[in-house]
């Protein structure tokens, strides 16, 4: 099939939900993707942060196949040792007890947040006869799709045509602990945080707001929850996006999805074993809130998604992705700023995100960004990556990622804003 016939299949059949670029991918091998007419383009996008082991990596084709033969899916009715497994791996890389809930995806994952969040608000024994529900996210920040996502994210362009939205949820500036000290109420029961934020363009957080925000919420009882979709399980150069930034923290719940699976669709939430006095006076675990009836899914967990998931981990482990992740990572960000028209480079590993000078605006046409615009010639040019907001680009290379892929994308990347200059003139 041609690719004006694939996009005609779009047309008449697939919801107008994505804005595509003209691309339409066929195969994929290492960290690079060829097209229906057979070009080959360097993969720095990674499915936004999810193809950890890049393309077709033996690993998670032999957990595919393996697991497949023997049992794919079983509901949650019943035990698995892949889930058990799992879980166990999950909670050994957060160092802290606690217990994990299996969903699809990341916007499931922190569904499962905020409920568990608003369940603990209300089972808690408290002085007010009011439940807390309140949970103060940021502006700019990203927590998924849904209701509940886009209620809890700081960003206005995902909320337009689905008012009136979830009640409950306080955006307040990010990086600015003042404005949480001072936006903190008697309903307040929960901060949902990105350590490193993502969609909003890539911006970490500081040292001193993570810890502020913990001691924050000590102070008035409140669950620090981390949303580590895009920025967890190894890609900052820790296996917590939170430990490149302030290892010492210890939160309270915390989301994942992306790479978790490796390109296998998965989405886990992490929930701390923490003692808290219910109403009736009894002792509970907060990892224990959500009880048979209050949570489900039913494809969350499946031993087939899980032994794909431990596939993975397992090779990130054995292969020193992490590792490379930060070393890689430090490399590129170096030799970006050195590179004329990016304006500044932020993130963690290989989270990274290049800001376009000012200068970029004037490519803007009215209906693409700045930043899709270059975006667009980065594609022409044989080089992937994700637009992050007017000005920033994202470059989210797989973990399996060499320096001489890197080395070819920063002379792309080059060669590229060199020629987008000159025609600006």
Same mark, same amino acid.
């Given at each position: ?73 079983? $509901? ?18 957060? /160092? ?63 909320? +337009? ?116 006095? !219910? ?21 969350? /967990? ?7 998931? +431990? ?15 930060? $070393? ?18 932020? /993130? ?7 800001? +376009? ?6 490519? $803007?046409? /009215? ?23 007017? !000005?920033?680009?994202? +470059? ?30």
């Amino acid at each position: 099939m041609s690719h004006p016939e694939t996009k005609q299949l779009f047309a008449e059949y697939v919801a107008p939900t994505y804005g595509r670029y003209d691309l339409v991918l066929e195969r994929g091998e290492g960290v690079r993707v060829w097209d229906e007419r057979g070009k080959c383009y360097l993969d720095f996008g990674a499915g936004i942060a999810v193809s950890a082991l890049g393309h077709g990596h033996p690993a998670i084709v032999e957990a595919l196949s393996r697991q497949g033969r023997r049992l794919i899916h079983t $509901s949650n009715l019943y035990f698995t040792r892949p889930q058990g497994e799992l879980a166990k791996r999950l909670v050994e890389i957060v /160092g802290t007890p606690g217990k994990v809930f299996f969903a699809n995806s990341g916007a499931e994952a922190n569904e499962a947040l905020i409920k568990l969040a608003k369940k603990y608000g209300n089972d808690e024994k408290r002085k007010s006869a009011t439940a807390r529900f309140e949970i103060i996210t940021f502006e700019q920040s990203f927590h998924g799709r849904t209701m509940a996502g886009i209620s809890a994210t700081g960003q206005e362009k995902v909320k +337009l045509g689905f008012a009136p939205l979830l009640p409950g949820f306080r955006h307040l500036p990010f990086n600015d602990l003042g404005a949480v000290e001072r936006g903190i109420s008697e309903e307040t029961v929960a901060i949902l945080v990105e350590p490193i934020q993502g969609e909003g363009g890539i911006n970490p957080a500081t040292p001193e707001f993570l810890t502020g925000l913990r001691r924050l919420c000590d102070q008035h009882g409140l669950l620090l929850m981390f949303d580590e979709i895009q920025c967890g399980l190894g890609r900052t150069g820790n296996w917590c996006g939170w430990k490149t930034v302030a290892p010492e923290v210890v939160p309270d719940a915390v989301s994942w999805a992306k790479a978790i699976g490796g390109g296998f669709p998965l989405g886990a939430a992490w929930f701390r074993a923490k003692s808290f006095t !219910r109403q009736d006076g009894s002792e509970w675990q907060l990892c224990d809130v959500l009880q048979p009836g209050n949570h489900a899914t039913t494809y969350g /967990g499946t031993p087939l998604a899980c032994s794909v998931s +431990l596939a993975v981990l397992d090779t990130v482990l054995s292969n020193g992705l992490v590792e490379k992740s930060a $070393s890689l990572g430090a490399f590129l960000v170096n030799e970006l700023a050195a590179i004329p028209g990016i304006s500044a480079v932020r /993130g963690k590993g290989l989270l990274i995100g290049m800001e +376009l000078d000012s200068q970029f605006d004037n490519l $803007s046409d /009215g209906k693409r960004l700045p930043s899709q615009v270059v975006v667009n010639k980065l594609m022409e040019n044989g080089l992937l990556t994700v637009p992050a907001g007017p !000005r920033v680009i994202r +470059l989210l290379p797989p973990l399996i990622v060499e320096e001489e892929h890197v080395q070819q994308a920063l002379e792309i990347i080059q060669l590229t804003l060199r020629s987008l200059l000159s025609s600006i003139g």
